[in-house]
Structure formats: structure tokens, C-alpha cells
């Protein structure tokens, strides 16, 4: 059995910020909707204080996380340690998206690295942290990142992307309303 934590001490979010992925998962309010489960890395994530995280969310092939968030903000973040000490951590909360020009956008987005395919940032207000064992994990040596995102996003450039957040981050697979026109 876990343990439920009062917030994100700043232990935990040091732990956190070790991660070299974690997991986002969301969902539909549709019974038939899909369950849609998104991983993610590069330096993208803060912990803005015991009770808020957000990360930047980069162009991608879908856009299911900003489409459930602006449905019904149900999300939950999970992290898991693949070093030598086995944890996994769940974060719940309730998310909101954040574009460019607004002051979460800008205050995330200065706190990392420029990466051309940056299209919003997630805000989650956190309700619930909680930790297990993570046994069931394996072991695993972190390489390094994969810079496909910036390499695709530097070879469309600003219109090829703007071109492309149209054509397929519009609506999520469940037809949820995504990112709106630029």
C-alpha cells in the first residue's frame, strides 16, 4: 500500500524533476470515448509549487490531452523510477491548457529550453499525490533524448506547423474540439 502526500514537497518534486519520462493520462466524459495515455520527456516540466505543476506541451500526432482537458481538465500524471530504487507516483488533479499569450504560457515556456514544435502548456492543479512500490518496474539505463520533435518542427517551419496543428491537432480522435485555428 502507498502513501498519500499532502502536496509536492520539495523532495518529491526533485525526485520528479530526475524523471526522464513520466506519463499523462486522460479521458473523455463519452462512455465510449477513449482512454488516452501520452509520454513524455526533454525538459518540459515544473513544479510550480506543492499544489500546481504544468509542462510544455510540444506539436505531436495527436491531440487527445488538450481535447479531454477542455472536455471535462480530468488528467492524471504518473512517474516511475527506472534506476535502482523502485517508485512509482501518481499525480491527479484537474489541468487546464494555457496558449501563447497568456501568462502561464509565458511564464512556463521561459522556464525551459526554446523547442520550435511548442504549441501550449498544461497547467494542473493538483488534488491528489500518491506513491507504490514500483516493483514491478524494470531497471533501466536512460541513453539520452530523441531530438525527432525539433528536427521535424525545424524542417515545417512556423507555416508548415501552423499547417499542420490544423490539419491534425483540430479535433482528437474522439472528435473533441482540440487546438483552435491559429
Known amino acids: 500500500m502507498g502513501r498519500v502526500f499532502d502536496g509536492i514537497d520539495e523532495t518529491l518534486a526533485a525526485w520528479?524533476?530526475?524523471?526522464?519520462?513520466?506519463?499523462?493520462?486522460?479521458?473523455p466524459l463519452a462512455a465510449d470515448g477513449r482512454v488516452n495515455v501520452s509520454p513524455r520527456g526533454h525538459d518540459s516540466l515544473s513544479v510550480l509549487g506543492p499544489h500546481?505543476?504544468?509542462?510544455?506541451?510540444?506539436t505531436g500526432s495527436g491531440v487527445a490531452t488538450i481535447a479531454h482537458l477542455r472536455e471535462n481538465g480530468r488528467i492524471c500524471l504518473m512517474f516511475c523510477s527506472f534506476d535502482a530504487r523502485p517508485?512509482?507516483?501518481?499525480?491527479?488533479?484537474?489541468?487546464?491548457?494555457?496558449l501563447p499569450?497568456?501568462?502561464?504560457?509565458?511564464?512556463?515556456?521561459?522556464?525551459?529550453?526554446a523547442h520550435p514544435s511548442t504549441r501550449a502548456v498544461v497547467v494542473v492543479d493538483v488534488t491528489r499525490v500518491s506513491?507504490?512500490?514500483?516493483?514491478?518496474?524494470p531497471v533501466m539505463d536512460f541513453v539520452g533524448e530523441r531530438d525527432l520533435l525539433r528536427l521535424g518542427a525545424e524542417k515545417r517551419g512556423p507555416d508548415g506547423l501552423a499547417a499542420?496543428?490544423?490539419?491534425?491537432?483540430?479535433?482528437?480522435?474522439?472528435?473533441?474540439p482540440g487546438l483552435p485555428p491559429d
Open 16 to 27: 520528479i524533476g530526475k524523471q526522464p519520462v513520466w506519463f499523462v493520462a486522460t479521458a
Open 52 to 58: 500546481r505543476l504544468a509542462w510544455v506541451d510540444y
Open 87 to 98: 517508485r512509482i507516483v501518481r499525480v491527479h488533479g484537474t489541468g487546464r491548457v494555457a
Open 101 to 113: 499569450g497568456e501568462p502561464d504560457y509565458d511564464d512556463v515556456v521561459a522556464r525551459h529550453p
Open 131 to 137: 506513491d507504490s512500490c514500483g516493483y514491478g518496474v
Open 164 to 176: 499542420y496543428r490544423k490539419e491534425h491537432n483540430a479535433h482528437s480522435i474522439d472528435g473533441l
